[in-house]
């Protein structure tokens, strides 16, 4: 046996090794201890190397030695290598644990306000009907707010609802402060007969209160066709709250609108009360107003009707102030979105 193959130093190289796996704590440190004896430049494979050039009869016991020290080497190697996986394993997994218990980020899911409800519950109301969804301006001329609808300069009913007007004074722009707004619009827009419902945002310079609010919504409802009467008004004022309340009995009262003659309030049976309540304004759309779309009051007749969408969403969700609706919290909302 020449020098390179060295039994007593390979005994003693593989009892440091194996002190070596002994005290490895990670996968590197294993890897480490293999490469610095078993790499290529390590004292196991320059001896390995070297069994080729011994003498022939020394082959044999220098091959199986070296087999013995590898095979010792490799089975301590194997085991700690498992353990030190598993080890790290544990680790990983306990860098990795939730505490199920902590407090988390809610991701809290939005609830369509009961405004948008009713809103859509009427579009779809109209659509069945084959009736048009129509639209307008919120900041309007003075001339299809007013003056279109047969409201004189002047005349003490502009003066019923509180306008905010837009600056400069002589632009004549005002918010509009009813959907009614879009009568004329709607007329000189589309061919006749029409039949169209409009849902839109309204402003007045009202303080907010427990049944006011500056901003509101209304529904705008206009039928223009040859020989319509108030029977076809009733007709359709009946079925669209006996499918926004499921039923309920509805009456015409005689009022004053400068845009509608004759004029009415509708007002609704709450069930179980026996009490009456104003739910709209409405009548026959007046000549002077057909006149201004340029409709020929002769032939055509129409009927018209404007909602309160709060005082819908109040009556039939049990809503007693108007705070609730117009503060926008999101819990509020919660409770009439449920399963929608
Ligand atoms: N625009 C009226 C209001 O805001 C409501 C109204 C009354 C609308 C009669 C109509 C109508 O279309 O015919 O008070």
Request: glycine content about 8%; some cysteine; overall charge negative.
């Amino acid at each position: 046996m020449n020098a390179v193959f060295n039994p007593s130093a390979l005994s003693s190289s593989l009892k440091e090794s194996l002190e070596e796996i002994g005290k490895a704590k990670t996968s590197q440190d294993l890897e480490a201890a293999r490469s610095k004896y078993f790499g290529s430049q390590g004292i196991f494979s320059l001896a390995s190397k070297s069994i080729g050039s011994l003498d022939k009869d020394k082959r044999k016991e220098a091959g199986e030695f070296f087999g013995k020290c590898k095979k010792e080497f490799d089975s301590a190697f194997l085991k700690k290598k498992e353990e030190v996986e598993a080890e790290e394993e544990r680790g990983r997994l306990r860098a990795e644990t939730v505490d199920m218990t902590l407090p988390f980020t809610r991701f809290p899911m939005g609830s369509l306000h009961p405004i948008t409800l009713v809103k859509r519950e009427m579009e779809h109301f109209f659509t069945s009907l084959g009736w048009s969804l129509g639209d307008g301006p919120e900041v309007e001329h003075a001339w299809y707010n007013f003056d279109a609808l047969n409201f004189p300069p002047d005349h003490p009913a502009r003066q019923m609802q509180d306008t905010f007007y837009m600056a400069p004074q002589d632009c004549n722009l005002v918010l509009r402060t009813q959907t009614s707004s879009t009568q004329v619009r709607e007329m000189i827009s589309s061919p006749l007969p029409l039949y169209t419902a409009s849902i839109g945002r309204v402003f007045r310079s009202d303080p907010l209160d427990a049944f006011h609010s500056p901003v509101f919504h209304q529904c705008e409802g206009l039928a223009v066709d040859e020989g319509l009467s108030v029977a076809d008004l009733k007709g359709v004022l009946k079925a669209l709250v006996s499918s926004l309340f499921g039923g309920g009995k509805v009456r015409l009262r005689p009022s004053y609108f400068p845009f509608t003659q004759p004029s009415f309030e509708m007002d609704m049976l709450l069930e179980g009360s026996g009490k009456w309540v104003e739910l709209a304004g409405a009548g026959m759309v007046h000549p002077n107003v057909l006149k201004s779309a340029g409709v020929d009051p002769e032939k055509y007749t129409g009927f018209a009707f404007g909602i309160g969408i709060e005082r819908v969403a109040m009556l039939k969700y049990g809503i007693k102030d108007m705070h609730d609706l117009v503060e926008g919290d999101v819990r509020f909302s919660h409770q009439f979105a449920m399963g929608d």
